[in-house]
C-alpha cells in the first residue's frame, strides 16, 4: 500500500494556450526541476450500478499510459478514503499493471491491505462496469529540493467524458498536480507537504488563475455523470 500525497490546483477550462505555455517555460527553467515529457492517459473509472464505490468513497481506474517511443502499458488503480484540504489531498493507493483491457480484480484484492476496502471490492467487484473516462495528455518535470524532497509537477489537459444513449459527453480538464515522491524521514515533519505549498505559491505568481482545489478526478467524472444521467 502507498499513501498518496499531492496538491492540486486547477484551471479554467478556457484558459488560453499562451497562458499554459508561459507556465510550461516556467517549469523548464525552475531550478532543481527537470521535464520529463509528455504522455498520453486515458482512464476508465468502473463503480456498480448503484455506485457502490462511490459510496465507500473509493475510486477504481483502468488506465493506458502511451509515451512516443515506448510500447503503451494498461495499469489498474485502487483509491479508497483519504482527506482533502487546501487542495492537498492524502489517500491510500493501490495500483499494479495489468496484461491487457481487463480489470484484474482478484490481483488488486490480494494487494490491497486495508481489511474494509478488500471486503468491499470482494462483494462488489464482480458487478462493477465503466461509468466514465478521462482522458488527457500529461506533461511532468520532477522537482528535488535542497534537502532532497522529491515532488513530480504534472500538467494535465484534456477531458472527463462520459457516454449516455449513443452521445459522448464532456467537460474541460486542465490542473496542475504537484505529487510528493519522496521526503527525507518519510515526511514526519511535514517538510514535504510544506515544499508542496511553496512550490504552489511559486506556480502562482506565474499564473494567478491556479487555484486550490478538493475535487478529485474521480469526482470531476462522477458529477459529470449526474448532470448527464441523472440520480
Not at 118 to 124: F, H, K, P, V, W
Not at 133 to 161: K, M
Amino acid at each position: 500500500m502507498a499513501i498518496e500525497r499531492e496538491l492540486k490546483l486547477a484551471l479554467p477550462g478556457d484558459l488560453p494556450t499562451a497562458r499554459a505555455d508561459a507556465l510550461i517555460a516556467h517549469l523548464d527553467h525552475l531550478p532543481g526541476a527537470e521535464a520529463r515529457g509528455e504522455r498520453h492517459l486515458v482512464n476508465r473509472y468502473f463503480d456498480t450500478p448503484t455506485l457502490a464505490l462511490s459510496r465507500a468513497k473509493a475510486a477504481l481506474r483502468l488506465r493506458f499510459v502511451a509515451r512516443d517511443g515506448h510500447p503503451g502499458q494498461w495499469l489498474q488503480t485502487l483509491k479508497s478514503v483519504g482527506e482533502a484540504r487546501d487542495g492537498l489531498h492524502v489517500r491510500h493507493e493501490w495500483e499494479q499493471p495489468v496484461k491487457g483491457e481487463a480489470l484484474e480484480l482478484d490481483a488488486l484484492i490480494a494487494a490491497c491491505d486495508v481489511p474494509a476496502t478488500a471486503a468491499m471490492l470482494r462483494d462488489e467487484g464482480a458487478s462493477v462496469v465503466a461509468q466514465f473516462e478521462t482522458n488527457f495528455v500529461r506533461r511532468l518535470w520532477r522537482y528535488v529540493a535542497g534537502d532532497g524532497t522529491a515532488v513530480e509537477i504534472a500538467l494535465d489537459r484534456g477531458e472527463v467524458a462520459v457516454e449516455a444513449n449513443g452521445q459522448r459527453h464532456t467537460a474541460p480538464l486542465l490542473e496542475v498536480e504537484l505529487e510528493l515522491l519522496e521526503a527525507p524521514d518519510d515526511d514526519r515533519n511535514a517538510q514535504g507537504e510544506r515544499i508542496l505549498f511553496a512550490l504552489s505559491q511559486d506556480l502562482r505568481q506565474v499564473l494567478p488563475e491556479l487555484h486550490s482545489d478538493d475535487v478529485s478526478k474521480a469526482q470531476r467524472g462522477y458529477r459529470l455523470r449526474q448532470k448527464v444521467l441523472g440520480g
